[in-house]
């Protein structure tokens, strides 16, 4: 895959953020401003793989949804509402609920079938290692 | 009953929906909530992704009710950041409370990365009685 000139180093992960609000644009309709798109992941890398870490506080884990698709991480789920007795009331509330859906597209392919996710403390992680066939080779020249 | 501000205020010590200072190297936020009342309890539900039962402090003086939580910085080692949506910090936040909360039996427990704390309502006030005596 090339991504840039071949000139620079290959550093793909510039390109996440201009990938990020495509797909967002893509997959969200009208909205336009994915900072408040929920919830919010971080991404961190290295040569083999990637981590990406989302803040789900109160998500029951069996809510949660984590799919791999080539280059793609797709995190789905429902954060469940308080649910009131009758005679109880809010006074306030700045918690959101509801689905949830975010996209993901890493500069490399996944090794499906090597991707671990777990939640803990209200913090998702999910480790994506790099498809094996999509790691740089090194080629041996020879003299001709 | 009564209303709402009365009953549980939001004591304005911090301003904004997210606030941001910095002590030493972390930041602090505060955690977003939901505050409820049922018969005989004020619940107040915040949520602070990170933080488990032996990070989060409670206290409260006089009649200010204070939420601390501390987040380790705890980042994938090996990795460097290359995408970021969020930040990680601590959490505080402080509500007044008003007399109609009891302040002993406050329960809390935090479960996947939410407090809840329930404020067990104080009885009604109870009359006293003043005997007068005849002569």
């Known amino acids: 895959m090339i991504w840039q000139d071949l000139g620079n180093p290959w550093n793909p992960w510039q390109e996440l953020n201009k990938l990020q609000e495509d797909l967002n644009r893509a997959f969200s309709g009208a909205r336009t401003a994915n900072v408040h798109d929920y919830p919010p992941i971080n991404v961190w890398a290295n040569e083999e793989s990637a981590v990406c870490t989302a803040e789900i506080p109160g998500v029951d884990p069996a809510d949660i949804e984590v799919s791999v698709v080539h280059d793609t991480v797709t995190v789905k789920g429902t954060r469940r509402p308080e649910e009131l007795q009758e005679g109880e009331r809010y006074h306030r509330r700045e918690r959101g609920f509801g689905d949830f859906t975010r996209t993901l597209r890493l500069p490399f392919v996944v090794a499906q079938k090597d991707v671990a996710a777990r939640v803990s403390k209200g913090v998702l992680q999910i480790v994506l290692p790099r498809a094996e066939e999509d790691r740089p080779k090194r080629i041996a020249v020879q003299l001709a | ?135």
């Open chain 2, 1 to 135: 009953m009564a209303d709402d501000t009365k009953t549980l205020q939001q004591a304005d010590v911090q301003t904004g929906e997210v606030m941001e200072r910095r002590s030493a190297a972390n930041k602090v936020f505060k955690p977003r909530a939901d505050i409820f009342e049922t018969a005989d309890a004020i619940v107040v539900v915040a949520d602070m992704p990170g933080v488990d039962e032996s990070s989060v402090d409670i206290t409260l003086e006089k009649n200010i009710l204070t939420i601390e939580g501390r987040v380790e910085p705890g980042h994938p080692e090996g990795y460097r950041l290359s995408h970021r949506e969020y930040e990680v910090g601590n959490y505080s936040r402080a509500f007044a409370l008003s007399d109609e909360v009891s302040r002993e039996g406050i329960e809390a427990t935090v479960k996947g990365g939410v407090l809840r704390l329930t404020l067990p309502k104080a009885g009604p006030a109870r009359a006293r009685k003043i005997p007068v005596q005849g002569e």
